[in-house]
């Protein structure tokens, strides 16, 4: 079965997901791109023509969703969603609604009341939701939890989850609507939900967390994304920055690189974290921390350490084995750790994907490749539980762990006390997000 898919939304990750579609022909033909979806036409057209210049298929530009399911010649099966955080339920449901499958870039939507009705409405239509979460599906993150689950380090006693940095006072990745609380924005939140899934994926689920939160630095400059983030800014350079900065929906403001902009979304999270198998976790996550950097995420048990290496890079994982009656410590990397873990093997469809390798201890891979490659692996993953008529890997009820993990951080420091990551799934701890879905006009029926 071949399932064919328009592309919604034609920014920088509408051209990062058209890389991944090109990688994915390489090898597989369960997915086919056959339209390319956004409000400036011209941004569709450039994203449906790098499609064209590198596959069979040539998708064509439409201005939104309803014109390529209202074109006669065009047949849908699903739609993978990758505009702002905002639009991602809406467009999720009417899809859904229309009896298409959705793929839908993370976080799965603008607040977790916006989750529960995408959920409701999978129910509703039994169609397949498909969550982009991309940092488990890395084979080093994919070895590291068989290390843990194999107990190469023995019970699990803590995890520690650093990324300390500096956005230099720039907006991330120059996207206005990333300063915005409304629009789910700021580092905590957008790239947080990354190292959430990633927390629950190595240590299970997350009972309770506590945390303090701060927006540090409120003027933020918009830089030239090659300035900001220039190992993107080849797949960003042909996206339009809207004329509308989100303080409102109603304010219309036109934003300009050298404007300054005024964040209001958290930039900086302190959090503790208690997970249900009784292990603890910290996660610290800023982009205002000048002149002082630290990216480190370790799992700490009864017998070692794992050294989780930066996902996708393709560096090696690492365990440090003690204490050992001569208090020397014992490391483990590369080839010996697959020795820890003799029936580990990467999926067929990974596996393909990585040359045939379907046990590796590291790769050496640049990163446009490896994010083209793990985006593949997402389309390959909504097109298989379509055809097997089984869940997706990360589906609904992993996008909203992942988010009510990320917003229990936000509610936590709202509300200056620990929250139960359950309660935020759930809507009974909302108080962060209340703000959020009356902007956005979000309720629950």
Known sequence: MTLNIALVGAGGMGMR??????????????????????PHLDS????????????????????????AADAPDISLDAVDIVTSTPAHHTLAIEAMRSGLHVMVEKPMGLTLTACRLMQSAER????????????????????????????????????LDFSIGSANRGVMHSTVWRAKKAQAGGVVLDAGVHNADLLLYL?????????????????????????????????????????????????RVRVRVGDTIEQDAVDT???????????????VITDASHGYDLGDSVVVGSEGT???????????PRIVLGPTSTNNHTMIEGDGLLNLVPEFELDEITATLWDGENRMASYEMDFRQIDAKIIALEYMDLARAVADGRSPEVGSAEGMAALGLAYGVMESGEANEAVLVDDVVEGKVRRFQEEIDLAAGITEC
């Open 269 to 283: 999270a302190f959090a503790s974290i208690r997970f249900k198998s009784g292990a603890v976790g910290q996660l």
């Open 203 to 251: 240590m299970g689920p997350a009972e309770r967390v506590f945390a303090e939160t701060d927006v540090n630095d409120r003027q933020r400059l918009l830089r030239p994304m090659s300035d900001q983030a220039p190992g993107l800014a080849a797949m960003y350079a042909h996206r339009r920055e809207p004329d509308i900065n989100p303080l409102s929906s109603r304010e």
């Open 44 to 67: 569709a057209e450039a994203v449906a023509q790098v499609i064209s210049n590198s596959t069979p298929e040539s998708p064509r530009p439409f201005a939104g969703l309803v014109e």
């Open 306 to 316: 794992l050294y989780r290496p930066p996902s996708r890079r393709g560096s090696s």
């Open 17 to 38: 997901h058209a890389t991944g579609y090109i990688e994915l022909r390489k090898y597989f033909d369960d997915v086919k791109v056959v339209a390319v979806c956004d």
């Open 124 to 159: 509703a239509t039994s169609k397949v939701l498909s969550i982009s979460e991309n940092f488990r599906r890395d084979p080093m993150n994919r070895l590291a939890k068989a290390l843990i689950d194999a107990d190469a380090i023995g019970k699990p006693y803590f995890a």
